[in-house]
């Protein structure tokens, strides 16, 4: 059964980068058929895309966040990994790490992390 | 690219049904096939119910459909049951592999 794992720190200060890595266990990154993709929910509020990566390293980003945003992966550890410059209260969320299937495998997320909280405060 | 718009609040008796619009434009949900709900209890992460329109995964009931007309998908759950209280999403794909969320939808089981 496939699992994801969000980690990273809980407190970000303004201004600074967040950083967070999810651990994939039970299946590899380098499935074909798949991207990797992070989700961020605001408390109380909806979802939000935020990037996607392929095995071969190709990206994909949310265009309204974009020039603040790196997603990464590493095939050796099963991880892949989310970087958000210049952070404010307003990227305070429940950030989630989820499989985004490609075309073949339905454009869906099927299987997500439990989510990670990530607070912006100094 | 701006969230797709749901209704705030649907409610049902148990053994009702309940259908959940989604409303987005031509580059979304008009364009493409590729429209999923998400069922997200409070305190879970979300969970895939319905992908491509209308299929369901494994695992999925029966009771839970998907349909699409223009730029309008909708999610219909029957025979409603106390566990189908919860929030449900949609998302759809807005092309050059970008994704789109709807406002969210909390139904409520009478």
């Known amino acids: 059964q496939l699992q994801l794992q969000e980690s990273g720190p809980g407190l970000v200060e303004p201004s600074e980068t967040l950083s967070l890595t999810c651990t994939v266990s039970?299946?590899?990154?380098?499935?074909?058929?798949?991207?990797w993709a992070w989700i961020r929910q605001p408390p109380g509020k909806g979802l939000e895309w935020i990037a996607a990566?392929?095995?071969?390293?190709?990206?994909y980003y949310n265009p309204s966040l974009k020039s603040r945003v790196a997603i990464s992966v590493d095939t050796s550890k099963n991880q892949f990994s989310l970087k958000l410059s210049s952070v404010s209260a307003a990227d305070t969320a429940l950030y989630y790490c989820?499989?985004?299937?490609?075309?073949?495998?339905?454009?869906?997320?099927?299987?997500w992390g439990q989510g990670t909280l990530v607070t912006v405060s100094s | 690219q701006s969230a797709l718009t749901q209704p705030p609040s649907a409610s049902g008796s148990p053994g009702q049904s309940v259908t959940i619009s989604c409303t987005g434009t031509?580059?979304?949900?008009?364009?493409?096939?590729?429209v999923s709900w998400y069922q997200q209890h409070p305190g879970k992460a979300p969970k895939l119910m319905i992908y491509?329109?209308?299929k369901r995964p494994s695992g999925v009931p029966d009771r839970f459909s998907g349909s699409k007309s223009g730029n309008t998908a909708s999610l219909t759950v029957s025979g409603l049951q106390g566990d189908d209280e919860a929030d449900y999403y949609c998302?759809?794909?807005?092309?050059?592999?970008?994704?789109?969320f709807g406002t969210g939808t909390k139904v409520t089981v009478l």
């Open positions: 989820a499989r985004q299937g490609a075309a073949a495998a339905g454009r869906n997320f099927d299987y």
């Open positions: 039970g299946g590899s990154v380098s499935s074909s058929a798949y991207f």
């Open positions: 990566i392929y095995f071969s390293g190709t990206t």
């Open positions: 031509s580059s979304d949900v008009g364009g493409y096939y590729y």
């Open positions: 491509e329109v209308s």
């Open positions: 998302v759809s794909y807005a092309g050059n592999n970008n994704y789109v």
